[in-house]
């Protein structure tokens, strides 16, 4: 590392703000390339899914595609062959409502939990990078002053040098948590615009069911029974 100073502690503050800032950039690197990719899936698994003709070549489709709506989608139809449900009673149509609608919201939670990941270690980083660079100044200063002591002169050319130094630390604190707060801030912005779209997919995932009763692979069958002895 090209600042390193002449103090210990100096040096090892912008080791830990160098680690930082790696951290920092390999995470964003990270997210860019998962948002980007995400997108792009959620836009095709969507334009498949409402060309569907019927839900179950819907089903298909959501097994097919990879995706945070491919993932809620297959988990709602997962939930609905769970109930087993043939009879169209008001009774059976209410218990397949609200086992979907808890088994949306569960896997919504679990899809915002993973987009979450990473968010947390941006903004302790944000927020204590600046305050580690300003420990390795305060500590550098200090000796510096301390140096300064013992040649029992306080001129401008042994004075600047030292503080200088130290400072160093402080440039490093602040351009590191910089990227990490503006990452943050964007990451949890994109991160609720993503569960918006996904709450308002699921919501009409689940008027489209209960528009149109879904039987699941075991009344299809049982349709296409009755059909074949007719």
């Known amino acids: 590392m090209s600042y390193l100073t002449n103090s210990i502690a100096v040096n090892l503050t912008l080791g830990v703000l160098f680690v930082f800032s790696v951290v920092t950039w390999m995470l964003i690197l990270s997210k860019f390339w998962q948002n980007t990719r995400g997108s792009r899936q959620d836009t095709a698994f969507k334009k498949a899914f409402w060309a569907a003709k019927d839900l179950h070549e819907g089903e298909v489709i959501a097994r097919a595609h990879k995706g945070a709506m491919a993932e809620l989608t297959t988990a709602g ?3 609905l062959a769970q109930t087993k449900e043939v009879s169209l009673s008001l009774d059976s149509l209410g218990d397949r409502k609200d086992i979907l609608e808890r088994t949306l919201k569960s896997e919504l939670q679990q899809i915002q939990h993973r987009k979450e990941h990473g968010l947390m270690a941006l ?3 944000g927020s204590t990078a600046p305050f580690v660079g300003l420990f390795g100044t305060v500590w550098g200063i200090m000796h510096a002053l301390k140096d300064i002591s013992m040649t029992n002169s306080a001129s401008l050319d042994i004075v600047a040098g030292p503080v200088g130094e130290a400072l160093i630390a402080t440039a490093f604190g602040i351009a590191t948590a910089i990227p990490a707060v503006l990452a943050y801030n964007y990451g949890v912005r994109r991160v609720r615009t993503t569960v918006a779209g996904l709450d308002q997919f699921a919501t009409a995932f ?14 299809r069958s049982e349709s296409i029974k009755a059909e074949v002895k007719n």
């Not at 689940?206 to 009344?219: C, I, N, S």
């Open 77 to 79: 139809f997962a939930a």
């Open 123 to 125: 903004a302790s980083i």
């Open 206 to 219: 689940l008027h489209l069911v209960m528009k149109t009763p879904y039987r699941g692979e075991t009344g």
